[in-house]
C-alpha cells in the first residue's frame, strides 16, 4: 500500500556529507513517525534515527552530532543528512514508516509498518 524509495546513497570520501531521502507514494508519511536504519555486511540491523509526525528525533549515539532527520510533508519525503561521515557508516540504509507516536524501542523494528528497499552508503577513501 504504501511505498518507500530511499535516494542519495553512493561512494564519499571520510568527513564528507551525504543526504538521503526517502519519498513516500501510495499514501500520506503525515501518519507516521520515518525511522531510518542500516545494515553492514555481515553485521546486523541498526536503528540510525527517528523523527515523529510533530518533529520529534531519537538519535543512536554514533550518530546524535552528525546525523540529522527532518521531513518536508508537503513533498511527502523525509530525509536524513549525515555529516562527517566515517568508514563505519557503510552500509546499506534503510528508511521505515511506524505508526505515531513511536515508542522508546523504535530502533528494534518491530513496529514498522513498511520498509524500504534501502539505499547503499559506501565510506572509503
Known amino acids: 500500500q504504501l511505498q518507500l524509495v530511499e535516494s542519495g546513497g553512493g561512494l564519499v570520501q571520510p568527513g564528507g556529507s551525504l543526504r538521503l531521502s526517502c519519498l513516500a507514494s501510495?499514501?500520506?508519511?503525515?501518519?507516521?513517525?520515518i525511522a531510518w536504519f542500516r545494515q553492514a555486511p555481515g553485521k546486523e540491523r541498526e536503528g540510525v534515527s527517528c523523527?515523529?509526525?510533530?518533529?520529534?528525533?531519537s538519535y543512536s549515539d554514533s550518530m546524535k552530532g552528525r546525523f540529522t532527520a527532518t521531513r518536508d510533508n508537503a513533498k511527502n519525503t523525509a530525509y536524513l543528512q549525515m555529516n562527517n561521515l566515517k568508514p563505519g557508516d557503510t552500509a546499506v540504509y534503510f528508511c521505515?514508516?511506524?505508526?505515531?507516536?513511536?515508542?522508546?524501542?523504535?530502533?528494534?523494528?518491530?513496529?514498522?509498518?513498511?520498509w524500504g528497499k534501502g539505499t547503499l552508503v559506501t565510506v572509503s577513501p
Open positions: 521505515a514508516a511506524i505508526p505515531d507516536p513511536y515508542g522508546n524501542s523504535w530502533y528494534t523494528g518491530n513496529a514498522v509498518d513498511y
Open positions: 501510495g499514501g500520506s508519511l503525515v501518519y507516521y513517525s
Open positions: 523523527i515523529s509526525t510533530g518533529g520529534i528525533t
